[in-house]
């Protein structure tokens, strides 16, 4: 096994340490949960776990030995039973899933973004969402119902993004001060009901703003708060926080230069939609659009671009630059406008 990131401590300029606590959320896949502590050493005032990572079995025992070392080389007292809070960033299975298992060891009370209460406490109505809409989406997207894309999709939309449900005791919103430690600022986009939160002049930035890679990102017209538009809305609300140092994000390391992080990932977006309009030189479907941008797609990417893919056209049709017409079976045709 490759060995895993050290945990690693950060000192707002208030004085409260944040502890990044790396895990293996899926074999291959790295995550990030954060343990956040203020008052002594020895007796905590305040601790707060955000994000839990992944249920599988590596996820969650790299959670306690990230934990054990929080305890033993810098000598925090933090406890399972004095915790104060769990916070989840959004509902997605490499930062959420493992809250069932982390419910069972704490009673600390839950913190989400109002829109993430039906899936963290009902996961199964994002499935049943996602179910009901997927043969829809296939259609809309130009997918053949027999391809192995199709078979992808159909077996996300079966999907939990946890084991099971656990009650939210604090549904957040933009702008709520969390237990006067965290402020919060909601950056859909990634996903509708993600928060990025700020500790004095830390941000914990969630999936919003990673260090090396964009965030994977699927269009509006398949979860409320998705998409492009909100994605970049998200970027200027953030960006337009004072007093930030540094950036944490939900994978990767630190970001002290997270302001030009901003400004490369509009960059990034930018090539990335005229590519798009360059490729719509006719009539094309999402499907048709990936073929054109990506000849030489490998599998482990294929869902993950589809569904960038359709955001952007989603966007650029939005703004006018494409235009988007209905082929006799359903299927969205995107073409540069003019």
């Given at each position: 096994m490759t060995a895993l990131p050290a945990v690693a401590r950060h000192l707002t300029a208030g004085g409260t340490r944040v502890y990044t606590l790396p895990l293996r959320a899926f074999p291959h896949f790295m995550a990030n949960a954060f343990l956040v502590v203020q008052g002594p050493l020895q007796a905590p005032a305040y601790t707060a776990l955000m994000d839990m990572g992944s249920a599988h079995e590596d996820s969650l025992a790299d959670l306690h030995a990230a934990l054990e070392e929080v305890r033993t080389a810098y000598g925090e007292a933090w406890s399972w039973a004095r915790l104060d809070r769990l916070v989840?960033?959004?509902?997605?299975?490499?930062?959420?899933?493992?809250?069932p298992a982390v419910r069972d060891l704490t009673p600390a009370p839950v913190a989400a973004h109002a829109w993430?209460?039906?899936?963290?406490q009902h996961p199964q109505t994002r499935q049943e969402a996602w179910r009901a809409g997927v043969e829809?989406?296939?259609?809309?997207?130009?997918?053949?119902?027999?391809?192995?894309?199709a078979a992808r999709l159909r077996r996300r939309a079966e999907n939990l993004m946890l084991p099971r449900g656990v009650p939210v005791q604090t549904p957040l919103a933009d702008g709520d001060l969390l237990d006067g430690v965290f402020r919060v600022v909601h950056t859909p986009g990634h996903d509708g009901a993600q928060v990025c939160l700020q500790v004095d002049d830390l941000l914990l930035s969630a999936d919003h703003l990673l260090p090396h890679n964009s965030p994977p990102l699927m269009p509006e017209r398949y979860q409320p708060g998705a998409g492009l538009r909100h994605y970049l809305?998200?970027?200027?609300?953030?960006?337009?926080?004072?007093?930030?140092t540094v950036a944490l994000g939900g994978h990767g390391g630190p970001m002290p230069d997270w302001r030009g992080r901003i400004q490369a990932l509009r960059a990034r977006y930018a090539d990335k939609l005229a590519a798009v309009r360059a490729a719509a030189t006719g009539p094309l479907t999402i499907h048709d659009l990936l073929g054109a941008l990506y000849p030489n797609l490998r599998p482990v990417q294929a869902i993950l671009l589809l569904d960038q893919t359709a955001a952007l056209a989603e966007y650029l049709a939005a703004e006018g630059t494409l235009t988007?017409?209905?082929?006799?079976?359903?299927?969205?045709?995107?073409?540069?406008?003019?």
């Open positions: 989840v960033t959004h509902p997605h299975p490499d930062h959420a899933a493992g809250l993430a209460v039906p899936t963290l829809g989406h296939l259609v809309w997207a130009g997918i053949p119902l027999d391809s192995a894309y809305a998200s970027l200027d609300r953030v960006e337009a926080l004072r007093d930030v988007e017409t209905r082929r006799e079976d359903g299927a969205a045709l995107f073409q540069a406008a003019g």
